[in-house]
C-alpha cells in the first residue's frame, strides 16, 4: 500500500486541529502504542493522538484522508488479533479520553456510553441501578466497550444472553472522510433500509471510529448458582455440553477447562483449589434468575445430565467469595498459560455439539505437528479457545511449520460447521486464513464494502482482508 509518511507539514495540521496536548511523538508513546496482547507483535506508530471529541476525531481523518496517511483505531490494547497495531505507521489513534457513560435510561432499560469506557466499569455502573449488560470478555476490568464493539465480543454468559451484537441499537462513527453518522435508532426493531449498526459491529476498526454507543440492558438477575463437573476424559466433559440444553435448560454460563490450564492457574494465581489426580476436564455450569427453586430444578437436571456423562464429582459453590474464586480461575487461564510458554492462542467456534471432535483433533493435529496446546473457553455456545504452546518444537519448526498446523485446525473448525473466530477477530494474525472459511465472492463482497466506506484505504489498513 502507498501511503504517506506524516512530515512535518501533516504533524503541524493534526496539532493545529486538536491541540498540542493531544499530540504524541515521544519514544515511550510510540513504544506503548506498538502493542497490545497479541503475542510479541510490535509496529511503532509515527504518532499517537487522543482526541477528545467526534469533531476532533473528524479533523484528524479529514487530514489524514487527504493526506494518504494510515490510521489505527485503538481501545484498551486487550486485542489478541493484532487489530489495533499500527503495521503501516501512521497514526496510533487512541480513543481512551472518551471515558464517559452519558446516560443509563432506567425508563426504556437503554444506556449511552463513549467508547473508552471499561467494560466492567459500565457493567457495575447499570448494576447499582437493578440493570444487567451481561457482555463479560474475560478482560473485562481493562478491556473498553468500544474494543468490545470493533470485534463482536462475547463472553461467559452469550450462552443466555447473546453475543454485543444484541445489546447495540445504535452508533455514532466518524467516518474516513470524517463525516460523522448514527448508523440506526435507538429502538429495538430496526427495519428501514440496510443495517449500519450491525454492519459496524465486528468490523474492528476498518469502516469508521465509533464515538458513542447506545446499548440495550436487562432487568439484573436477583439469585445465581454455580456448578463445577469434573471428568476423567475432555470427550466425556464436551459430549455433556450439547446434552446439557437438550434435556431443556439454558445456563447463564457453561466453560470448559482442560487439566493442564488448571494447574497453572493454581501456579500462577495462587487459587485454592483441590484438582483431584483423575480429573482431565471440568465443566463450569452457573445458572440465574429470580426464583431459586426454579434456579435448582435446573441444577438437579444438569445433574443428571453430567451423571449420564461419566461425571466424577459435582461441586457447588455457595458463598460470594467461592464463586468469585471460581470465576477467576476461569478468567486468569489466559494470562497463566501466557506466563508458562511461548504460545499462539486460537478462537475456534463450532456448534456445540461438535466439540467433543473438535477437542480430539486438535490434540491429533498438535501430536502430528509437534506441539501442545492447552483448550479452554465458552463451551455452551461452542467457543474453544486453543493456546498453542511451543513445547518441544524447534525454533525453526515453530517459525515455518506451525502456521499448517493452526491451517488445519481451522480446517477441522469449518468442516464442523464452524468458522475462524468467535470473539477475538480476525485482525493481522488470522487474515490469512480467511480463504480456508471464505470464497473468493465472500472476500471480495468484504473488500467492496471496505472500498464504500474508505475508498483510499486509510482506517486500520492491513486488517481482516487476506493479501
Known amino acids: 500500500m502507498n501511503f504517506t509518511r506524516i512530515n512535518t507539514e501533516i504533524l503541524a495540521e493534526i496539532t493545529s486541529a486538536i491541540g498540542a496536548d493531544k499530540v504524541f511523538t515521544d519514544a515511550e508513546s510510540l513504544d506503548n502504542y506498538s502493542h497490545d496482547e497479541t503475542e510479541d507483535l510490535r509496529y511503532q506508530p509515527e504518532v499517537v493522538v487522543k482526541p477528545t471529541t467526534p469533531e476532533e476525531v473528524s479533523a484528524i481523518l479529514k487530514i489524514c484522508n487527504a493526506h494518504h496517511v494510515p490510521v489505527t483505531p485503538r481501545g484498551g490494547g486487550t486485542g489478541l ?28 432499560l437503554q444506556a449511552t456510553v463513549e467508547p473508552g469506557v ?14 444487567l449488560y ?50 440506526g435508532a435507538n429502538t429495538l426493531k430496526y427495519a428501514s433500509g440496510y443495517n449500519l449498526t450491525q454492519l459496524m459491529i465486528g468490523s ?21 448458582v454455580l456448578m463445577m463437573g469434573s471428568f476423567r476424559t475432555n470427550e466425556d466433559a464436551c459430549a455433556a455440553v450439547s446434552a446439557i440444553f437438550r434435556a431443556g435448560v439454558t445456563p ?4 470448559f477447562m482442560e487439566r493442564k490450564g488448571v494447574e497453572w492457574v493454581i501456579k500462577f494465581d495462587d487459587i485454592k483449589f483441590d484438582l483431584k489426580d483423575n480429573v482431565a476436564a471440568l465443566l463450569m ?82 501430536t502430528r505437528y509437534g506441539f501442545e496446546s492447552v483448550c479452554y473457553g465458552h463451551a455452551g ?36 460447521g464452524g468458522t475462524l473466530s468467535g470473539e477475538h477477530g480476525i485482525g493481522l494474525v488470522q487474515k490469512e486464513f480467511m480463504p480456508i472459511k471464505y470464497s473468493e465472492i465472500h472476500l471480495n463482497l468484504m473488500r467492496g464494502i471496505k472500498n464504500v466506506f474508505d475508498p483510499n484505504g486509510i482506517l486500520n489498513p492491513g486488517k481482516i482482508m487476506p493479501d
Open 81 to 108: 488479533s493484532g487489530a489495533a497495531l499500527p503495521i503501516y505507521g501512521g497514526v496510533s489513534l487512541s480513543m481512551e479520553k472518551f471515558k464517559a457513560i452519558l446516560d443509563i435510561d432506567t425508563e426504556n
Open 118 to 131: 471499561i467494560t466492567e466499569e459500565f457493567i457495575n455502573a447499570v448494576a447499582e441501578k437493578g440493570l
Open 134 to 183: 451481561p457482555v463479560d470478555p474475560s478482560s473485562k476490568g481493562s478491556c473498553f466497550i468500544g474494543g468490545n464493539v470493533a470485534h463482536g465480543s462475547g463472553g461467559p454468559r452469550v450462552v443466555k444472553y447473546g453475543t454485543i451484537r444484541e445489546y447495540i441499537l445504535n452508533l455514532e462513527v466518524v467516518l474516513p472522510n470524517g463525516e460523522i453518522i448514527w448508523t
Open 204 to 224: 474492528e476498526g476498518t469502516l469508521g471510529v465509533v464515538t458513542k454507543i447506545v446499548t440495550k440492558l436487562l432487568p439484573k438477575p436477583g439469585q445465581s
Open 252 to 255: 447463564s454460563a457453561l466453560e
Open 285 to 366: 455450569i452457573e445458572f440465574d434468575g429470580d426464583d431459586l427453586d426454579d434456579i435448582f430444578k435446573n441444577c438437579e437436571k444438569t445433574n443428571v445430565v453430567l451423571e449420564e456423562h461419566n461425571c466424577t464429582e459435582v461441586l457447588f459453590a455457595d458463598t460470594a467469595t467461592q464463586k468469585e474464586e471460581l470465576w477467576r480461575m476461569r478468567r486468569t487461564m489466559a494470562e497463566s498459560v501466557k506466563s508458562n510458554s511461548v504460545y499462539k492462542e486460537e478462537d475456534t467456534v463450532v456448534p456445540r455439539a461438535a466439540l467433543p471432535k473438535l477437542v480430539n483433533g486438535i490434540k491429533e493435529i498438535g
Open 381 to 416: 455456545d461452542g467457543n474453544l479457545h486453543v493456546n498453542i504452546i511451543k513445547a518441544g518444537m524447534s525454533d525453526e519448526d515453530w517459525t515455518n511449520k506451525l502456521k499448517f498446523g493452526i491451517a488445519e485446525i481451522f480446517e477441522l473448525t469449518t468442516a464442523l
